[in-house]
T-cell receptor, first 116, second 114 residues
Framework: AQTVTQSQPEMSVQEAETVTLSCTYD???????LFWYKQPPSRQMILVIR??????QNATENRFSVNFQKAAKSFSLKISDSQLGDTAMYFC?????????????FGEGTQLTVNP | DVKVTQSSRYLVKRTGEKVFLECVQD?????MFWYRQDPGLGLRLIYF???????EKGDIPEGYSVSREKKERFSLILESASTNQTSMYLC?????????????FGDGTRLSIL
């Protein structure tokens, strides 16, 4: 079974600064996908960024980037130039690559607050 | 754009009641999921379905059942609601086979069992 761990229940950052959210996972799979989802107070789960395990290059989406360390089973999210709208709960998630069903395994979540 | 609609945003029920949570998606997705979200625990998978009339248990199926009579609709049923089922429930869907695609989520139902 897969497990995903987010060791930071809460974090805060000043507007315009950079923050990094941590995520580690445990799996015996070699082919898988990793995701970061954002859940603002509106409760809508929004995909922030995804990473395929077979790709060595770290994914980036505008101000969001990941540091994917496959050997260490680490998948951290860096948010640059933080904005007030980035305030949300952030979830790290794992998906196996080979099985059908596409089920996700989530971490516990990190509540990020961006302060003005 | 994919739309996943959950029938209620807030719901209050009493202990022992049979509770139905409904989820509808409009993109002809094969796979649908029900998660439960609790503080400090993240999202945990209750049940999922690959196709009509098919269902698979997730990590915490006890006390729940599901129904998928039509492709677009996936219902979560609390057979006899208990206070420990007070939680946020999230439905999601994804097209079959596209494992690199993200799941699309509904807005969640906050359920309180009194």
């Amino acid at each position: 079974a897969q497990t995903v761990t987010q060791s930071q229940p809460e974090m805060s950052v000043q507007e315009a600064e950079t923050v990094t959210l941590s995520c580690t996972y445990d799996t015996s799979e070699n082919n898988y996908y990793l995701f970061w989802y954002k859940q603002p107070p509106s409760r809508q789960m929004i995909l922030v960024i995804r990473q395929e395990a077979y790709k060595q290059q770290n994914a980036t989406e505008n101000r969001f980037s990941v540091n994917f360390q496959k050997a260490a089973k680490s998948f951290s999210l860096k948010i640059s130039d933080s904005q007030l709208g980035d305030t949300a709960m952030y979830f790290c998630a794992f998906m196996k690559g080979e099985t059908s069903g596409s089920r996700l395994t989530f971490g516990e979540g990190t509540q990020l607050t961006v302060n003005p | 754009d994919v739309k996943v609609t959950q029938s209620s945003r807030y719901l209050v029920k009493r202990t022992g009641e049979k509770v139905f949570l409904e989820c509808v998606q409009d993109m002809d997705h094969e796979n649908m999921f029900w998660y439960r979200q609790d503080p400090g625990l993240g999202l945990r998978l209750i049940y999922f379905s690959y196709d009509v009339k098919m269902k698979e248990k997730g990590d915490i199926p006890e006390g729940y059942s599901v129904s998928r009579e039509k492709k677009e609709r996936f219902s979560l049923i609390l057979e006899s609601a208990s206070t420990n089922q007070t939680s946020m429930y999230l439905c999601a869907s994804i097209v079959g086979g596209a494992r690199r695609e993200p799941q699309h989520f509904g807005d969640g139902t906050r359920l309180s069992i009194l």
